[in-house]
């Protein structure tokens, strides 16, 4: 069974910039996309952008210019970073496996924008 | 990008009964639609995917249908686990989008 877990800072100063990491278990990270996606409190789901295992990358038009994303296959991880938050980036924070929908999920991660 | 629409925002249901959400999108996303649940505290997890399969492990009283820019999510009996959020979402073209969610809760 895959499974996926976000880890990383659940507090980052306004102006910052937000890093988590996605650890995979149970499966190789190689030969799938693997997506970011955020939920503010109460709140929809934001795609944030993904990236394939050989590091090629696609962006929300939205973030594109504060994300980057990178692969590292030898240890099974994903990486995301938002530069210059702010308070309306505070969010839980979610891998997922992308196939075209989302299959597996990570448990996500509150990231908490404030000084 | 193409904006999802899910109604009603609320449906509130007795447990057996059948519930019925709906989704639109703003252009034709042809079938890939996708629709997932969400409990509180949890991540979603995948129901349906190409507008009518479901996924791995989901129950039979789960169904979805439509193509194009009008699709059905069916609860054919509503069981007390299944009270919870539900989200369409896209994946036709970039970016995905989902919708805004419509909450099922107990009548």
């Known amino acids: 069974q895959v499974q996926l877990q976000e880890s990383g800072p659940g507090l980052v100063k306004p102006s910052e910039t937000l890093s988590l990491t996605c650890t995979v278990s149970g499966g190789s990270i190689s030969s799938y996309y693997w997506s970011w996606i955020r939920q503010p409190a109460g709140k929809g789901l934001e795609w944030i952008g993904r990236?394939?295992?050989?590091?090629?990358?696609n962006y929300n038009p939205s973030l594109k210019s504060r994300v980057t994303m990178s692969v590292d296959t030898s240890k099974n991880q994903c990486s995301l970073k938002l530069s210059s938050v702010t308070a309306a980036d505070t969010a839980v924070y979610y891998c997922a496996r992308q196939f075209g929908p989302f299959d597996y999920w990570g448990q996500g991660t509150l990231v908490t924008v404030s000084s | 990008e193409i904006v999802m629409t899910q109604s009603p925002a609320t449906l509130s249901v007795s447990p057996g009964e059948r519930a019925t959400l709906s989704c639109r999108a703003s252009q034709s996303v042809s079938s890939n639609l996708a629709w997932y649940q969400q409990k509180p505290g949890q991540a979603p997890r995948l129901l349906i995917y190409?507008?009518?399969t479901r996924a791995t492990g989901i129950p039979a009283r789960f169904s979805g249908s439509g193509s194009g820019t009008e699709f059905t999510l069916t609860i054919s009996s509503l069981q007390s686990e299944d009270f919870a959020v539900y989200y369409c979402?896209?994946?036709?073209?970039?970016?995905?989008?989902f919708g805004q969610g419509t909450k099922v809760e107990i009548k």
């Open positions: 979402q896209h994946y036709n073209n970039w970016p995905p989008t």
């Open positions: 990236i394939y295992s050989s590091g090629s990358t």
């Open positions: 190409g507008a009518s």
